[in-house]
């Protein structure tokens, strides 16, 4: 019986566990054993038979397979660092994040954990929180060929419809991602900017909202749902589906490789500046849509609409 740990129980990472303690349960095997830096949000993972482990060292050291699903770039490193080098064997283990993060990251932590023995394969996500709920995410999946064939088992219809398979080098699995999000935010943008303008003619946000989730798909229209139903700026004592500062860490990524490449992103960086002044101006709890909060202001309307927080 393999053990698999998780760490991360974020918007998406509670989700996806969930569904992966529901899929070990169903097959008898070893509960998911999980940690997470705030223990609490693990209560709904424990009531499906999960077992809590405040210690990330001791996930790793009683697992074979470790999934992560945090934040961004910097809280990966410091988890694998805690890990990598602390003396204890890492052999034969397999690391598995699904954080949107630098394939510069990447690499490294592909190549500090080959040295140890172990295997890194990048698995990151598209799709939201009510996505990973119904565990329909797609993913994509990078890594040296007899990890990821271990692990493609525990994603494909447990936490995922589809998996893209981007071969042995893990940066490409990041690579692609970082592409995708490129396409995420610009959507934003532009159902941000057509609801304002719906607002602003008065054509009103409710046929507009049809027509969007009709003619262009259920993830362009889930988008205007953000704004419509005040989700883009969620009560203070929430947490947002995607955090705008984690949007903005995605959007820099991209910008990042585009200007080594001399590819030039317009439409991104519209986003990422209207991103950057709602957080500027509303705070942290705000969601990667809330760039729609700076595009009312920009035309005349308060920041927040008639069901979003006001303060
Ligand atoms: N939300 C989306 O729609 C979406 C979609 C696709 C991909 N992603 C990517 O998936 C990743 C997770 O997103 P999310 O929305 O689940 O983020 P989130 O809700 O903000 O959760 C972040 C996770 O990282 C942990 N964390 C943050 N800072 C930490 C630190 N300093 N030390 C240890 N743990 C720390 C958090 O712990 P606490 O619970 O203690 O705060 C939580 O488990 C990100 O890379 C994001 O870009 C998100």
């Known amino acids: ?55 990330f060292k001791n996930v790793v050291s009683r697992s074979a397979i470790i999934f992560t699903m945090v934040s961004n770039d910097s809280v990966l490193q ?39 023995k172990a295997s890194f394969v990048a698995a990151p996500v598209f799709g939201g929180n009510p996505i990973a709920v119904d565990g329909k995410l797609v993913f994509a999946i990078g890594g040296p060929g007899h990890a990821t064939q271990v692990v493609k088992p525990l994603i494909q219809d447990v936490m995922g419809r589809r998996v893209i398979d981007c071969g042995e080098d893990a940066t490409k699995a ?39 989730g009709d003619a262009f798909g259920p993830v362009a229209g889930g988008y205007s749902k953000r704004l419509t139903t005040g989700a883009y700026a969620p009560p203070l004592d929430s947490r947002p589906g995607f955090g705008v500062s984690l949007a903005i860490k995605d959007a820099r990524h991209a910008m990042a490789m585009a200007a080594e490449q001399g590819v030039e992103l317009p439409g991104l960086e519209i986003a990422r500046q209207n991103m950057e002044a709602a ?15 700076t595009l009312r202001q920009k035309a005349g309307l308060e920041f927040w609409n008639e069901k979003s927080r006001r303060e």
């Not at 995708?180 to 409710?206: C, D, P, R, S, Y």
Request: proline share 3%.
């Open 78 to 116: 410091s988890l694998l660092g805690s890990v990598i080098g602390s003396g204890h064997s890492l052999k034969d283990k397999i690391f598995v994040d699904c954080s949107t993060v630098h394939p510069q990251t990447v690499s490294a932590a592909a190549t500090q954990l080959k040295d140890a």
């Open 174 to 212: 990041s690579l692609l991602k970082i592409a995708g999000n490129i396409v995420t935010v610009n959507m934003m943008e532009a159902v941000g900017e057509a609801q304002v303008f719906a607002e602003k003619t008065g054509l009103g946000t409710g046929p507009m909202e049809e027509l969007i």
């Open 1 to 55: 019986m393999t053990q698999i740990g998780w760490y991360g129980l974020g918007s998406m990472g509670l989700a996806m566990a969930n569904n992966l303690q529901r899929h070990l349960a169903a097959k008898k095997a070893l509960s998911l054993l999980y940690s997470n830096r705030t223990m609490s949000r693990g209560s709904p993972l424990q009531a499906r038979g999960g077992t809590p482990e405040p210690d």
């Open 279 to 293: 957080r500027d101006y509303a705070g942290e709890c705000l969601d990667s849509s809330s760039m729609y909060g």
